[in-house]
């Protein structure tokens, strides 16, 4: 049974610092790797979609990285700013596009 | 490009009532998926499907729950009766029958149960 963990559970930076979030799974047997951003009371807005076959994607100030060898997978923030304030969930795609999730990390960024 | 659309967006019930949430997925996706999500943890598929037959269905608590998909469009989750422990963000979600493109998830419906 596939099984994903995210440190920190938490984490608080002060503005303008770069940060990686981290996100870990037991499985290497997956399809894609997704990380996904929530907002107090909101659902949850895709960042970035990783494909099993790539290393990483990139989207303005974020990184996402896949080492599915290892089972893991990094998001790194550039540059952070307080509108970054969010949880951060990273989810992986196995079977038959199902999504199994971490417990997310949730970052605040403070001005 | 409309989202996903679910509604109530809130609700508040007594134990051992009934509840029931809809969910409207983009236009063209052919899978669609309902998720609980209890505060403070990830989310927790419970049931998906393509078209309007059911893919997984595992993780559904199939005494109190039910769910179904009309025309292969909308959908509807119900729980009949609610337990305390039903208290939840209930999140649907879609996406194309395609690997290459990931999820699209609903601002969710926040059921609390008293």
């Known amino acids: 049974k596939q099984e994903v963990t995210q440190i920190p559970a938490a984490l608080s930076v002060p503005e303008g610092e770069n940060l990686v979030l981290n996100c870990s799974f037991t499985d290497s047997a997956i399809y894609n790797l997704q990380w996904f951003r929530q907002d107090p009371g909101k659902g949850l807005t895709s960042l970035l979609l990783i494909q099993s076959s790539q290393r990483e994607q990139t989207s303005g100030r974020l990184n996402a990285s896949l080492d599915k060898s290892s089972g893991r997978s990094t998001l790194y923030i550039a540059a952070s700013q307080p509108g970054d304030s969010a949880t951060y969930l990273c989810a992986v795609g196995e079977g038959a596009q199902k999504l199994v999730f971490g417990q997310g990390t949730r970052l605040t960024i403070n001005p | 490009e409309a989202g996903v659309a679910q509604s109530p967006r809130y609700k508040i019930i007594e134990k051992r009532q009934s509840v029931a949430f809809w969910c409207n997925p983009i236009s063209g996706h052919a899978t669609l998926y309902w998720y609980q999500q209890i505060l403070g943890q990830g989310p927790k598929l419970l049931i998906q499907?393509?078209?309007?037959?059911?893919?997984?269905d595992s993780q559904l608590p199939k005494d109190r729950f039910s769910a179904e998909r009309l025309k292969g469009v909308d959908s509807t989750l119900k729980i009949q009766p609610a337990k305390l422990e039903d208290s939840a963000v209930y999140l649907c979600?879609?996406?194309?029958?395609?690997?290459?493109?990931?999820?699209?998830f609903g601002s969710g419906t926040r059921l609390t149960v008293v």
């Open positions: 499907f393509q078209n309007n037959g059911v893919v997984d």
């Open positions: 979600a879609s996406s194309l029958s395609n690997r290459l493109y990931g999820y699209t």
